[in-house]
């Protein structure tokens, strides 16, 4: 497709192929568009060198240091306002940029700062309030004790000989009852009922022999045989009783469910299951089992039942 140039008449002849082929084209786009090349360089040229002008004047601006005009007081109207200061207070000021420096932290150690309200106190105010202190720690601890001997445990004192010389005449025990079974072996606190001797109505502290379904033989020497359920004996190892001839009855008894045979570890000086005074034990009235000696602290001691060994 060929194009014809309105102006073609109108422009003179070209003197090289590209003014040629320029001068067949001229007119067909915008005056501000329709440029010669000599004139398209010359303007690439001047857009270059503006361009390069801006660039130099931002980077002046920005190196300069910023300043901020004093702050002008103010001023009366009836006080004119002299030429010098006025001329003074239009003059820029550098900005002091110290003040937007973060300040430094306030270390504070608190506990070199003695307290006002301790300082201040009397020294009667003092010695009540570390008294109130002690009294409040007695108060806790007794509390804590208290809900252990109710619901866990209980302090017991040995009365009399009848458990030496493994029990001495007033010692305290620690007895507890949670969750427990009476055993063959175990010391154990029992609650008498029996009303014809006031004493026997006391807490007494024995060791149990046999349990229900076992049956008990006291030889004429003290030798203890416990047969069991299955008929099948067996004679007790007492290295924990206090070894004397035996001058009490021998016997024989047989032990119903329900019920326990206690005896001393004092054999000749024991009031218990051999006496028809006590005779065998309700398994209700035990109190609980001895699981520790408190008291004398020389002798704490753990109890250990020497048949489940």
């Given amino acids: 497709m060929e194009f014809e140039n309105p102006h073609k008449d109108n422009q003179p002849a070209a003197s090289s192929p590209d003014e040629n082929v320029y001068n067949e084209l001229k007119g ?8 010669t090349p000599q004139e398209l360089e010359e303007s690439i040229r001047q857009r270059r060198s503006d361009f390069k002008a801006k660039r130099t004047k931002k980077s002046v601006m920005r190196s300069q240091p ?22 003074k207070s239009a003059e820029p000021m550098e900005e002091d940029l110290t003040k937007y420096a973060p300040a430094e932290p306030d270390i504070t150690i608190w ?15 003092r010695f009540f309030s570390d008294a109130f202190d002690i009294l409040e720690v007695f108060v806790l601890c007794t509390a804590c004790l208290l809900l252990v001997f109710v619901f866990f445990a209980r302090l017991t004192r040995v ?3 009848s458990m030496n010389d493994t029990l001495q005449n007033g ?5 507890s009852d949670l ?3 009476p055993k063959q072996g175990d010391i154990v606190v029992v609650q008498n009922t029996s009303l ?3 004493k026997l109505r006391e807490p007494l502290v024995k060791r149990i022999i046999a349990v229900g379904g076992q049956t008990v033989n006291v030889a004429p020497d003290g030798t203890v045989t416990v047969t069991n359920k299955d008929g099948t004996s067996e004679v007790l190892e007492e290295k924990y ?5 035996y001058d009490k009855n021998a016997l024989e008894c047989y032990v119903p469910e329900g019920y326990v045979f206690i005896m001393g570890d004092n054999r000749n000086n024991s009031t218990d299951s051999r006496d028809m005074r006590v005779g065998l034990m309700d398994e209700r009235c035990i109190c609980g089992r001895a699981i520790l000696r408190v008291f004398p602290f020389t002798s704490l001691s753990v109890f250990k039942n020497p048949m489940a060994e």
Wanted: proline letters at 16%; charged letters at 30%.
């Fill in 111 to 125: 506990d070199d700062i003695p307290s006002n309200e301790e300082e201040h106190k009397s020294p009667l105010l």
């Fill in 28 to 35: 067909y786009f915008p005056e501000q568009y329709d440029l």
């Fill in 159 to 161: 009365d009399g000989f």
């Fill in 66 to 87: 910023v300043s901020v005009p004093k702050p002008v007081a103010p001023v009366s109207p009836a006080e004119p306002v002299k030429p010098a200061e006025s001329a």
């Fill in 171 to 175: 010692e305290f025990l620690i007895v």
């Fill in 241 to 245: 009783i206090k070894q004397e001839p």
């Fill in 196 to 198: 014809e001797v006031e």
């Fill in 179 to 181: 969750f427990y079974t």
